[in-house]
Structure formats: C-alpha cells, structure tokens
C-alpha cells in the first residue's frame, strides 16, 4: 500500500461579502487530493481535501515543500504499523520534517488541508464513514448519530440593509437552522445595534443569535460592545479582541457574563492552552472554535482535544469553525458540542451533503465511506479536473 500521487490546485471561494476586518471577493482554496494505489469497486481510492475559508490557498507551500516531502518518504514511513492504511500521525511527522517548531504562519493550514485528504482516504480504505472509524479510534465507539450545527452568516453586503439582514435570517429558518450568526463590528455601535434588534425580531430570543466580530475590537471597544449586548442574553459574543491578546480576552470575560466564544484564529495545541491557561475563559459556558484544517489538521486537534480534558474542559464546549463535512464528521465522531454551517456563502466547499437536511437545528450523516465530498454535487467538479487521468 502506498501513495502513488498528492495533487493540488487553487479554487475560487470568493463571495461578494465582508465582515469588520476583510472581506472575500479573492478569497481561494486549495483543494488537494491524496492518490492511493488501493483499489475499491475498480477505482484508486483517492481522498479529498480543502483548507477553509478565511486563509487563502496554500500552493507554494505545498507545492515546494509538504507534497515532495510525502512522495519522497518511504511508503512504510506513512503507514500503521500493520500496513493495513495510512497513518496521519506518521505523515504529519513526515510533512513537517526540517520545519522549527513556532511561528506557524501559513504551513499549518497547508498540513491540516493534506491531513483532510487523508483521513478521507483512511476511513474509504477501512470501508466506513469517518464519523464511526473516529468514534472507535477515540471516543469508546460512542459516535453522535446527529450534529447540533448553526446558521453563520449576517455578512455586510453592498446594498445590504436591515431587511437584507433579516430576510436571509428567515431563510436559515426555513431550512431549519434554530440558531444563527451576525457580524458585527463592520459598522458602528449604534449601526450594529439596530440591525441586531432587527435580528432579533425574526429569531426571537437571544438565545437563538449569536454575534461575531472577528477580532476587529481593541479592548476598550470590545467593553463598550460588551456593556451593550450584556442586557440582550445572546447566544455567544465571538472574538471580541486579537486572538493573541489573551489578557485582553481576559478583560472581556471579566466584564461580560454571557458566553464568549474564540479560537478560530489559533492554530496549534500550544496556542489553544495559552488561550485556557491566560484568556480568562469559563468552562461552563464558553465556546472553543478551533478548526482542524486550519491548526495542522486532526492530528493536531486531538492534542488539543486532550489538553483540553486536562484543563477541566467538556468536548462539548468545542464548535469548531469552517462549516464543511470534514469538522461535521470529526463532531460527530469525537462528541463535540456542534459544528458552524454557512448556507449561503463558501459555496460550493461550505456544507454538508446534499441529501442530508436541517431538522430543528440538527443534521445527520451519511453512510458512504470517508468524509463524503461524493454527496455534494457541486463540490466534486472542483476535484474531477484534479483527478482526471488517474481514474
């Protein structure tokens, strides 16, 4: 058993959208695909794998120095030590060999997009969906037959007013989404207030919106938006401040009862400790949004998943950010808290598979063996021109 290719190209996820700091009309992916030379109903098993949106492709980099390092390893240097399929853990070693430790820049959203690759083509070779092979692997085989997953959205759009705003909250409804996500930060206090009471009117309760600013915040700005959402009781207020200004954070925390919710922007176990260790986060109710592909890829998120445990933490408080199949099945298989979905935006890389609806705020997965990119019909045109010839 071995990798026979590791292919890449850069994908379009533009949107015509912004939230407080950038916004995505040049927004890329790179999408990857691992080749195996294992056969299943008379084709290569080949897994699939993106980087998520808010990080631009990866080519260079995967390019010059993570795929060569794969192609060149020895194939028993990527693989159980059965033989039996691919081992993440080995090939991580392998792809980050001659790279100082720190300073993660960019090569850890190009691991963590191969290390997706992978992991699909490990759970198609054992001949299961990802979800259950993670269940038995790492969590007692107690996988979640559904996932808890809210409506992210709420962008500022050219032209878009307040009735813009609450027409695509109603839609998330419709689809039967019982939560969603707003940006705020993009205008001023006054300005975002208005359009979160005009939220507030189609979702109902706090308890069903939760607002994001994406870091956009210097402490004293993020305390004046504290004092104001404190009487609102939402569902979570997201990176309030920098998401290495863990003191800052901590100020936050201090002033503000309600839920917070950060870490989308942390990209390693180390940077998620220092967040529990000096961010002043509560256990009991705030919510960790790690994103696997972006922090060095599952391998990577179970070190932190333990960490975590160490700390005092639930693996339920952790709703990882990126709103695609692959965070979906890794929820589902390690009893996480919830997944982030983007109905509208991030197409076609943003959610889960076709025939897989909304119910109540809650989503179940399918049976096909790997992560299941083959469901979703307008995400596979993205890999067939990656693929072609090798099939």
Same mark, same amino acid.
């Given at each position: 058993m071995r990798i026979t290719q590791v292919l890449e190209r850069t994908a379009a996820m533009k949107s015509s959208i912004r939230n407080s700091v950038i916004d995505f009309s040049q927004m890329t992916t790179s999408c990857v695909a691992v080749v195996t030379d294992v056969v299943r109903d008379g084709q290569p098993v080949i897994g699939y794998g993106f980087n998520s949106n808010g990080r631009y492709a990866q080519g260079g980099i995967l390019r010059e120095r993570i795929i060569p390092r794969l192609l060149a390893a020895d194939a028993e240097a990527l693989l159980t030590?059965?033989?039996?399929?691919? @081992?993440?853990?080995? *090939?991580?070693?392998?792809?980050?060999?001659?790279?100082?430790? %720190?300073?993660?820049?960019?090569? @850890?959203?190009?691991?963590?997009?191969?290390?997706? *690759?992978?992991w699909d083509a490990v759970a198609k070779i054992a001949g299961q969906p990802l979800y259950r092979l993670l269940a038995e692997r790492y969590n007692n085989s107690q996988a979640d037959e559904r996932v808890y997953v809210y409506a992210a959205g709420g962008y500022y759009y050219p032209g878009k007013d307040r009735r813009g705003l609450q027409d695509e909250l109603r839609?998330?409804?419709?689809?039967?989404?019982?939560? @969603?996500?707003?940006?705020?930060?993009? *205008?001023?206090?006054?300005?975002?207030?208005?359009?979160?009471? *005009?939220?507030?009117?189609v979702v109902g309760d706090g308890k069903h919106l939760a607002v994001d600013a994406n870091a956009r915040f210097d402490v004293e700005t993020a305390l004046e938006y504290a004092a104001a959402l404190a009487p609102l009781g939402l569902k979570w207020y997201e990176e309030p401040v920098g998401p290495l200004d863990y003191a800052g954070h901590a100020q936050v925390a201090a002033a503000y009862e309600g839920p917070l919710a950060t870490g989308e922007n942390l990209f390693s176990m180390a940077d998620a400790?220092?967040?529990?260790?000096? %961010? %002043?986060?509560r256990p009991d109710r705030d919510i960790l949004q790690f994103d696997p592909v972006l922090s060095y890829g599952l391998v990577e998120?179970?070190?932190?998943?333990?960490?975590?445990?160490?700390?005092?933490?639930?693996?339920?408080? @952790?709703?990882?950010?990126?709103g695609h199949q692959f965070a979906l099945h890794i929820a589902a298989g390690i009893g996480l808290g919830g997944n982030e979905s983007y109905p509208e935006v991030f197409q076609p890389f943003g959610g889960f598979a076709d025939d897989s609806p909304i119910e109540n705020g809650y989503v179940t997965l399918p049976d096909l063996p790997g992560i299941g990119m083959e469901l979703k019909a307008e995400l596979m045109p993205e890999f067939a021109a990656l693929v072609a010839g090798t099939v």
């Open positions: 030590d059965d033989q039996t399929n691919i @081992c993440p853990f080995k *090939a991580q070693q392998v792809m980050l060999a001659n790279e100082k430790p %720190g300073g993660h820049g960019e090569r @850890c959203v190009a691991v963590g997009t191969v290390d997706m *690759a992978l839609r998330y409804l419709d689809m039967g989404y019982d939560a @969603c996500k707003m940006k705020i930060g993009g *205008a001023t206090l006054d300005e975002d207030l208005r359009r979160i009471e *005009a939220a507030l009117e400790r220092n967040l529990i260790r000096h %961010g %002043g986060l998120y179970l070190r932190t998943l333990e960490m975590l445990t160490e700390q005092g933490w639930s693996r339920r408080r @952790c709703i990882p950010h990126g």
